[in-house]
Structure formats: C-alpha cells, structure tokens
C-alpha cells in the first residue's frame, strides 16, 4: 500500500482554542487545555492516521510577547514549528472578532511568515458554538481573507466539533506520498511522564488565578510500574509543584493543603483513565524564585 502523510502547525494567539482543536481532531486528549492564555508551553505532536495518510499536528504555544525566557522559548517553538511543516492552520477566535479591532500584530507576524516561507495556510474560525448566527463570521473572513489567500476557510467549533471533519477534508490534499513517521497505532510524541506532568498542571490552571498559574511548573520525580495488594497493576507517581513566591506556595497548598488535595484527586483520577490502570500520586510543592528566567531550570522542566 503507498503511505501517505502530512505536518500540520497549529498555531495563533494564546487562548483560540489550539489545543482544545488538535484533541477534538485525534479523538483523545493528548494537550492540556484552560481557560489561561499561555497554557501551552512547549510544541506538542498529536498523530491521526486513517488508512494510507498520517496526520501529524503540531500543536504550538499561543504567540504572545515574551516577558520574560521561558515566554522567549515558547515564542521560539511556534518558528521552528513553522518551518518544518507542509501547511499551517491558523486557528482564530470568532466568537471575539466583534470586540476585536481586526486581525492582532501576532497574527499579522505569523502571515508575513506564511507569505514569505511561500507555505500554505487554512484559516480556522473557532468558538462558532458561541455565535447567535453565523452571519457574524462574514467580517473576519473578509478581514483575514485580504491579508493572504488562504487556502480554506474552515468555521469550526473544537468543543462540539462541529466542522472538524471539514477542516480534515481541506487537509488531505497536503499529505504527499511518503512513510508514516509514527507508528499507526500512536496518539502522540510526548512521554509518559511528560503527559503525568502536564495532567497536573492543567489541574492547577484551572483552580489558580492571576499571576500563580504562569509561574507554575511540573516536574516528576518517580513513575514507576508496580503492583496493588490485590495484583493489579499500579503506577508509583511522585511530582512536585514549582513555583516562584513563597506566597505562592501557600496558594498551591491552600487551606489545611485543601487545594494540592483536590488538584491531585483530579489529577490521579485523570491518568487513571488515560494509562488505564490504578494510579498512587504523591504530590509537593517548592519554591524556585524567578525559574521563568533561570535557563538551568527552563530545560530542567523540559521547556525548552
Ligand atoms: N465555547 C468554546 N470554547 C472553546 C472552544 N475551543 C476552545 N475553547 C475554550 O477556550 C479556552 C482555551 O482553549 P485552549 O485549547 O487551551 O486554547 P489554546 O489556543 O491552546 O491556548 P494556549 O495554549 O494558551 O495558546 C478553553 O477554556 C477551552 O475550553 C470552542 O470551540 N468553543
Ligand atoms: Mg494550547
């Protein structure tokens, strides 16, 4: 049988809905998704193969200005993620568009690449669920449509998945004869412990506010296959919570250490389904001042 396959970018503004995207496109949760921009940090593979073709998306950190190194990384991963693709989907809010004032300086920065790499590009409308009426898209499509000639224009909504098979039809004909990259069979690049850690996190963005889920990171410390009393399989996960004030800390640990449990409740009920056996999480919380600017630390938590 010839093969067929297909590098996909998705890239945008922080918080378009990405990630929500490239999970509803695979059928399984590989990318942590919140309501927080910048919950991606690093590019993340999600793989979809259907017969002869192979998919392999891209999943990029929203394009933002950097404030500090980490954020400079994350910028970084969007280019190079840019460069190595066949076609990039460049996913927009549209449920904001009528509050916007036109397309943003970062997406305007990621079409001049498109025009000047001579790559291909779909436009994603996402968030339709949200419309009264689809009339509302007109403007955005006229908008974004004089700046480049999209390839496709897809309205989509990643969370009912409403025209995720559509955006997978304009897609096809990007994927030209050649082996399959991943095994048929695999969802993602990431590892187990990664994917433990990024469970975690999303747990914790999703209950902290303001400047404490930015400064978090994950990292794992023991993931290790064992037994239960009664024979069946279980994972031995020890992680810790890094942030960057004391006071911080305080938050993560909440009232009598009610946030850390409820957040690793959630966490361990989460991996127990995903790697399909009992989970036993342990969880701690430290301090590390500044670690967004610390490159040691940065590439200690993989984030670069
Ligand atoms: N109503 C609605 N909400 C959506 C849709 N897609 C994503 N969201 C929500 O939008 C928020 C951001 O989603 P993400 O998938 O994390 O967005 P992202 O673009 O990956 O964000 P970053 O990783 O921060 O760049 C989350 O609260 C999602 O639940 C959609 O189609 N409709
Ligand atoms: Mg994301």
Not at 29 to 54: C, F, H, N, W, Y
Not at 94 to 113: F, H, K
């Amino acid at each position: 049988m010839s093969t067929k396959s297909a590098f996909i970018a998705l890239v945008g503004r922080p918080n378009v809905g990405k990630s929500s995207l490239m999970n509803r496109l695979l059928g399984a949760k590989v990318a942590i998704v919140s309501d927080k921009p910048q919950t991606t940090r690093t590019r993340i593979m999600g793989v979809l193969t259907e017969g002869e073709s192979q998919f392999v998306f891209i999943d990029t950190p929203g394009l933002h200005r950097p404030r500090n190194k980490l954020g400079e990384s994350m910028v970084r991963a969007v280019g190079e993620s840019v460069g190595d693709v066949d076609v990039c989907v460049l996913v927009v809010d549209a449920s904001e568009w009528e509050q916007s004032r036109g397309p943003a300086p970062a997406e305007r920065e990621l079409i001049d690449r498109f025009r000047k790499d001579k790559l291909p590009a779909v436009l994603v409308l996402n968030k339709i669920d949200l419309l009264p009426d689809r009339t509302r898209l007109l403007g955005a499509i006229t908008a974004y449509s004089s700046l480049f000639d999209f390839a496709a224009v897809v309205p989509l909504s990643a969370r009912t998945g409403d025209g995720a098979g559509a955006l997978i039809d304009e897609l096809r004909p990007f994927a030209g004869e050649g082996p399959h990259f991943f095994a048929d069979d695999s969802l993602t690049d990431q590892s187990e412990r990664a994917l433990a850690a990024e469970i975690i996190r999303e747990k914790l963005l999703r209950r902290l506010s303001h400047e404490v889920p930015h400064g978090i990171a994950v990292g794992i410390e023991k993931f290790a296959d064992g037994k239960t009393r009664e024979g069946a399989d279980l994972l031995d996960v020890e992680a810790v919570v890094y942030c960057e004030q004391e006071s911080h800390k305080g938050i993560v640990i909440g009232k009598g250490g009610a946030m850390l449990k409820t957040v690793s409740t959630q966490a361990r009920v989460e991996m127990e389904r995903f790697f399909g056996c009992k989970v036993n999480l342990r969880c701690w919380v430290k301090v590390k001042e500044d670690w967004r600017n610390r490159p040691g630390l940065i590439h200690q938590f993989g984030l670069d």
